[in-house]
């Protein structure tokens, strides 16, 4: 359960019959919630605390971190970009601290499959020790595996991998040997660095879809009586987003249609990329542009 105080201070605890919280306000017997609703008051001491079983996104901000977590509003927008849908079969690395795990799961249900990969096994404890604490044990799902994703993976006709590391194109041979054809891979990098190399590395790859990048900002706002305006302190970067698809077997990605800028790529790239015909022209107006006047 959360409890949260009138100034919105948040403790999470796990029910357990018999234990006792202990604030600096006074002690609340753990018995006094088992077994009743959700969403209560109680008192602890003369303070009123609200009592909520906590929503994924709460759990996720509260629990213990080995690695960092994928923020919530990132996790929300895989499961929908990448498109986990119930059923799936889902690859996903690294684990870090099962954040992203736990929507994955929450996405391909009891009757989909979530591999995850992760290097460090004491990150991977930490993960699985969240994961089975948010679902109430071990999800029917899930298998965890301890090891480089690169060297380990060797599931065929995958549907989605997710990757949230610090290389993610050192894993692309391996990703493009498990995933199906119409496929989508998802990376989720923290720099501009990292995501320019995991897209130019899908690119040179030859057996995906030109890829698509992206981020989000989620800005909250404070709605109080005639003082409605953003909030004044937000998270302004969390990380960059990429997805791309798997071609089929000897299919070739089609050329793409922009030019890209001088000096852009080394010379293998700019060699597979380069402009051949004139439809490969950057898109001009056709007509001279006038102004819509009275
Ligand atoms: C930022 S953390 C992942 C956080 C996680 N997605 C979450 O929401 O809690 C990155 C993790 O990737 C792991 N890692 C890095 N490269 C890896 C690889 N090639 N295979 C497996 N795990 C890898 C690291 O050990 C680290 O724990």
């Known amino acids: ?17 018999g234990k006792q919280f202990h604030t600096h306000r006074g002690i609340l017997s753990h018995d006094e919630l088992i077994g ?19 929503l994924l996104p709460d759990f996720v901000l509260s629990m213990p971190r080995g690695a960092q977590v994928v923020y919530p509003k990132d996790s929300a927008n895989i499961v929908g970009m990448a498109d986990i ?12 601290s099962g954040a992203l795990s736990m929507s994955l799961l929450r996405a391909v249900g009891e009757g989909g499959r979530l591999s995850s990969y992760e290097r460090r096994a004491d990150f991977a404890q930490i993960a699985q020790d969240n994961v089975e604490r948010f679902f109430g044990g071990p999800h029917p799902a899930w ?47 923290a720099t501009t660095t990292q ?16 890829p ?12 109080e009586g005639l003082a409605v305006r953003p909030q004044h302190r937000m998270v302004g970067h969390t990380g960059f987003l990429c997805t791309t698809r798997r071609l ?23 060699e597979r990329t380069a402009p051949t015909a004139v439809t490969d022209a950057p898109d001009l107006p056709k007509e001279p542009f006038r102004p819509n006047l009275p």
């Open 1 to 17: 359960m959360q409890l949260t105080d009138p100034k919105g201070k948040m403790h999470t605890i796990t029910l357990e019959a």
């Open 36 to 54: 009743g609703p959700d969403a209560v008051t109680v008192g602890i001491g003369t303070t009123t605390y609200l009592a909520l079983r906590p």
């Open 85 to 96: 849908f119930p059923g799936a079969h889902v690859v996903e690395a690294g684990v870090g």
């Open 143 to 189: 298998s965890i595996t301890v090891g480089s994703l690169e060297q380990e993976l060797d599931e065929t006709d995958v549907d989605r991998v997710v990757l949230d590391m610090l290389a993610p194109w050192e894993c692309l041979d391996a990703v493009s040997r498990a995933l199906r054809p119409g496929g989508v891979l998802c990376c989720y990098v």
């Open 195 to 210: 995501l320019s190399r995991t897209v130019e590395g899908m690119r040179e790859h030859g057996t995906f879809t030109e």
């Open 212 to 223: 698509e990048s992206w981020e989000t900002m989620l800005r909250g706002w404070h709605v």
């Open 248 to 270: 089929a077997d000897g299919v070739e990605p089609p050329l793409r249609r922009r030019r890209p800028s001088k000096g852009m790529y080394g010379e293998a790239l700019t």
